[in-house]
């Protein structure tokens, strides 16, 4: 089917010469379309044939690699080609791209490293940054750089920002004042309940208990699909167990059912399992986290089930240390969800919240930038060499306190020198996909012959963990890095796998040694350790104000 026949049937199609016009006239343009309205498939597909592109490449930004893979299969698809022809992607641990390659489809990780190893972009034409309003700290970085560069290293380059929720004043400000280009109307029709009495539960045991009965109860009465939005993996195997033991029982859920979860470090074969339509005759219950909530088509969906909350990092500046929270949604995120039911067909949202306290919800998200560890961000800057980030151009400025506290970090870990450029040691560390913290370790043990046992640590504290404990166990060896890292040593040789008291989680033991073996070719270790591992030294070159 020509792609223009597939454009004509989507909301976005109505606005594609005015984008075309206003990146003909400008350097950067904004574009807001409603969730299904086609953006992230269509958009690529028509602008490389602009005019003013040339023969020059498109490299758009996904904010999640489920979405950026998702998105390149698609565009792919409706070309009647490969991955990796016309369209191609690049996300951590997996590419397909060749020569032929015209739009690229990118991480936000990944956009950093092209532009700090040509900060030019050479043979890029246009530059797109997909689901903006999600404002993850990367997606910002790119940004930024992209726009001190833009016009000065790459002339001709073009940057597209595109949401369907964001606020599109301050953004198109930023550019310069760029044009805004707004696509109205939505694929389908979605109606939306408010299930709930009051605002989104927070508590893990009783929103993950909400969310089953109103999973079963639309099973029951509804038709189609659900995708059900948890803030994490462990709300998702909470209610897939209740929704296991329901298919057993004709009068609660029955066997016509298939569970799939659907999260970020799921195996690309459950992933796809996930997303694609459920057999003939059978239906299917997606439980996920917010990788589903942009970008993103599930077959088959048809109602969507939100229990309002979702897992955020939160920096803490005084202890130096990032640990997850939950947290309600945003207004934003909620539009975005409900737009999910809407995709394929008209849709139903279940919101287990009262409409009255809806308004209660903060607005937009806030944004990474202003509550994230910035060491990354900060030896980025450095790498780049800007010293001050008030000479970038940013929607939200890095907060002084924590920015000055990551660039302390980074003079402790001989990131920085005296004066703030970076260093030999510091660009060894940027070049590794790690915390700067990880990657002094990963750095400073390949020195003295430990590299190998020092990317499995990285990827032991960077990865989900691969043992599950009941915490009210109150076993000792729950917190036990040196079991987890024997456990690592024992997958790797096909020994037999077995650690106190808890239970094994192999999907995520097999992605912890992917990345450790990616760390390992990146840092460029070749055969065993000269020097037999200490864990503890490790971990201190990590850690170095954790000593007492």
């Not at 950067?28 to 409603?34: F, K």
């Not at 990944?110 to 890029?124: E, F, K, W």
């Not at 707004?182 to 929103?207: F, K, L, N, Q, W």
């Amino acid at each position: 089917m020509p792609i223009k026949d597939v454009n004509s049937a989507l909301p976005v199609a109505a606005v594609l010469d005015d984008l075309d016009l206003a990146l003909t006239k400008n350097a950067s343009a904004v574009l807001q379309a409603p969730p299904g309205a086609g953006k992230t498939t269509f958009v690529s597909l028509f602008l490389k044939k602009a005019s003013w592109l040339g023969h020059g490449k498109i490299v758009m930004l996904e904010p999640r690699r489920l979405a950026a893979r998702a998105a390149a299969m698609r565009m792919a698809h409706l070309l009647d080609e490969e991955v990796g022809q016309t369209v191609g992607y690049r996300i951590r641990m997996d590419r397909r791209v060749s020569e032929a390659t015209r739009i690229e489809v990118v991480t936000e990780g990944i956009l950093t490293r092209m532009l700090q190893s040509d900060p030019a972009l050479q043979g890029v034409g246009l530059v797109i940054f997909d689901e903006f309003h999600e404002r993850h700290l990367d997606g910002d970085l790119g940004l930024a750089l992209c726009l001190d560069m833009q016009g000065v290293l790459n002339q001709t380059l073009r940057l597209l920002v595109m949401s369907a929720t964001m606020d599109a004043g301050p953004v198109a400000a930023m550019l310069n004042h760029a044009p805004v280009i707004s696509c109205s109307g939505r694929a389908y029709p979605v109606e939306t309940r408010y299930i709930g009495a009051h605002t989104p539960v927070t508590d893990p045991t009783m929103s993950s208990d909400a969310v089953y009965r109103a999973v079963t109860a639309a099973a029951r009465e509804e038709t189609g699909s659900i995708l059900v939005f948890l803030p994490g993996v462990p709300e998702i195997r909470q209610v897939a167990k209740g929704l296991d033991e329901a298919q057993l029982d004709p009068d609660r859920l029955g066997p016509e059912w298939i569970v799939a979860p659907l999260f970020g470090n799921l195996s690309r074969r459950g992933q796809d399992q996930a997303i694609s339509p459920a057999p003939r005759g059978r239906r299917k219950i997606v439980l996920a986290t917010p990788v589903a909530e942009t970008s993103l088509t599930i077959e088959g969906i048809q109602v969507v089930v939100d229990s309002g909350l979702q897992r955020v990092p939160r920096f803490d500046v005084t202890s130096g240390l990032t640990r997850l929270v939950t947290v309600r949604v945003s207004q934003a995120s909620a539009d975005q969800r409900q737009g999910r039911a809407g995709r394929t067909g008209p849709g139903l949202c279940l919101r287990l919240w009262s409409q009255r306290m809806h308004h209660s919800l903060p607005a937009f998200h806030r944004p990474e930038i202003l509550e994230a560890d910035l060491a990354r961000l900060a030896l980025e800057l450095a790498l780049w060499g800007v010293d001050d980030p008030e000479r970038l151009s940013w929607l939200d400025r890095p907060p002084k306190g924590s920015y000055e506290s990551a660039r302390q970090l980074l003079q402790s870990l001989k990131a920085l020198d005296g004066e703030g450029r970076i260093t030999a040691h510091g660009r060894q560390m940027a070049a590794l996909p790690a915390h700067p913290r990880l990657a002094h370790m990963m750095v400073a043990a390949q020195e003295r012959g430990q590299g190998a046992a020092a990317c499995d640590l990285a990827a032991l504290l960077s990865e989900r963990d691969v043992v599950r404990f009941d915490a009210r166990s109150g076993n000792p060896d729950w917190t036990d890095m040196g079991m987890r890292f024997d456990l690592v040593q024992s997958a790797r040789k096909k020994a037999p796998l077995s650690f106190s008291g808890a239970t094994i989680d192999h999907a995520a033991l097999g992605s912890v040694i992917q990345v450790a073996a990616q760390l390992r070719r990146r840092l460029g270790c070749k055969g065993k350790d000269k020097a037999f591992p200490s864990i503890g030294r490790l971990l201190a070159w990590a850690y170095p104000d954790r000593i007492a």
